[in-house]
DNA sequence: TTGCGTGCAAAGGTTTTGCATGGCA
DNA sequence: TGCCATGCAAAACCTTTGCACGCAA
């Protein structure tokens, strides 16, 4: 991962620490306009924008866009490094996301090269689909 | 798939040709703007977004989002039956959709259910990647 | 004739940009 | 002191909605 540039500021500083605290889902820019407004402390939109931008160059957040309707989504990814050899599942009711290691599965991106040439980006592949709790909940 | 419904127009003709003879591509809405008006025959963009919607609706069109900063793109879906039972690939590079028909890959879905948990929707889930072409180019 | 489809313009929402100010190193 | 980060407002976009008119059935 690259190192971290340019200046440390309190609101990178919290605004990293939100997205942490919360990196077992995605989190929307509104949220986090709203979570700073309700700290007492708001932080503009202008610069939610642009932190999250570098952060997500850094390969430091990942960025989900779904159906454009709602914003773009953002969350904070544990390890980058890991999260090149493993697929992701999200689950498309509570948002959360899945790091699947498995070997079963990293075994399709080989076959989709050898047998179907085609060269998987694992990092930019998301399974959608819906969690076992989610599942559980609407069956009800 | 659902059968069409309402009035047939020839604006709704048009449209539908057009992303036929895109299949093999995504096409965003502003492209599909600009054809109309070289065409001499201006599409309003709130008619285009209102058709598209329906065929998406339909099953006839798939919706792509990427990272919204472009715009949504739609593609049209040969048959959209077929494609309830296979994985789409979809290159970053030149746009291009693949379906693949592939045995070994769809035991995947039973794979994550069983061992994961998880229920993934095929309609919602796109490999992406470098399809061979473009893997090609780029190493020249 | 009925009611959907279309076109235009306006509105709504998200994201970006410009510019002056403030804060880190 | 230099330079980046922030905030505010304005702008740029994409997309949706309202309304009157046109056209298919």
Known sequence: ???DSGYNTKQKEKLLELLISN???HISVAEIGAFFASEGSPLGTATIYRQLDKLVERGVVRKYSFDGKTGACYQYIEDA???REHFHLKCLSCGRLIHLDCQHL???NQHIA???GFYI???Q???????????????S
């Open 114 to 116: 050898q047998h179907h």
């Open 1 to 3: 991962m690259k190192r």
């Open 23 to 25: 990196s077992d889902r």
């Open 106 to 108: 990293m075994g399709i």
């Open 121 to 123: 980006d694992p990092a």
């Open 125 to 139: 592949t998301v399974f959608y689909g819906k969690c076992a709790d989610c599942a559980e909940k609407e069956d």
């Open 81 to 83: 490094s890991a999260c």
